[in-house]
């Protein structure tokens, strides 16, 4: 069975400073991996997904991550982030039953 | 992106009543739709896959007479939740895709919360 794992429940970093969420999956054969964004109350966006191709995988608003087979992992980075990046983070994978199956989520919280 | 949009955003049900969630693909035709519930705090657990003009198929532990999908077309599908009581109390999110979601995008509600009295 498919599962994600997001060790860090709640994250807090300023503004300005760089970002790395962690995500950890388990498939058994070649992951789609998903990075979503939720805002209070609200649906999920997609940032970033990876399918195959290169492991440095960009996606909206800055945010990019990176595919690592060996390490099973795919953390979401941003550079420098902003205010309006608070929000709450979910990894998630999928394989050919077009089911995804999400990560408990890490909530990023913005000093300024 | 394509645009999925639910209905109603918020609903106050009594405890013993039905309540309704509509999810429609605004400008796509949505092959499969899914349909989530989130707790508080917890991650979004998938509760049904529903294909347009079939029975939608639960996930274990999902009572499928207690929540009743119908996918009549290939914009609209709706989720009935039969004789609320207050555990029902959740954030309810459908996502829907055009294809085969290893190929394709899946796209997601802005989400429906209801709370039963």
């Known amino acids: 069975a498919q599962s994600v794992t997001q060790p860090d429940i709640h994250i807090t970093v300023s503004e300005g400073a760089s970002l790395e969420l962690r995500c950890n999956y388990s498939?058994?054969?070649?992951?789609?991996l998903f990075w979503y964004v939720q805002s209070p109350g609200q649906g999920l966006q997609l940032l970033l997904k990876?399918?195959?191709?290169?492991?440095l995988v960009q996606g909206i608003k800055g945010f990019e991550a990176e595919f690592k087979r060996s390490q099973s992992s795919f953390n979401l980075r941003k550079p420098s982030v902003h205010w309006s990046d608070a929000a709450e983070y979910f990894c998630?994978?999928?394989?050919?039953?077009?089911?995804?199956?999400f990560g408990t989520g890490t909530r990023l919280q913005v000093t300024l | 992106g394509a645009v999925v949009s639910q209905h109603p955003s918020r609903v106050i049900c009594k405890s013993g009543t039905s309540v309704k969630i509509e999810c429609r693909s605004l400008?796509?035709?949505?092959?499969?739709m899914f349909w989530y519930r989130q707790f508080p705090k917890k991650s979004l657990m998938l509760m049904a896959t529903?294909?347009?003009?079939?029975?939608?198929?639960?996930e274990q532990g999902v009572e499928k007479d207690k929540f009743l999908i119908n996918h009549a077309s290939l914009t609209l599908s709706t989720l009935t939740v039969t004789s609320a009581h207050p555990e029902d109390s959740s954030f309810y999110i459908c996502?829907?895709?055009?294809?085969?979601?290893?190929?394709?995008?899946?796209?997601f509600g802005e989400g429906s919360r209801l709370t039963v009295l």
């Open positions: 996502s829907a895709t055009q294809g085969n979601i290893n190929t394709g995008e899946l796209f």
């Open positions: 498939y058994g054969a070649t992951p789609y």
């Open positions: 990876y399918f195959s191709g290169d492991t």
């Open positions: 998630a994978v999928t394989g050919t039953a077009s089911k995804l199956t």
């Open positions: 400008d796509f035709q949505a092959t499969t």
């Open positions: 529903s294909n347009e003009g079939s029975k939608a198929t639960y």
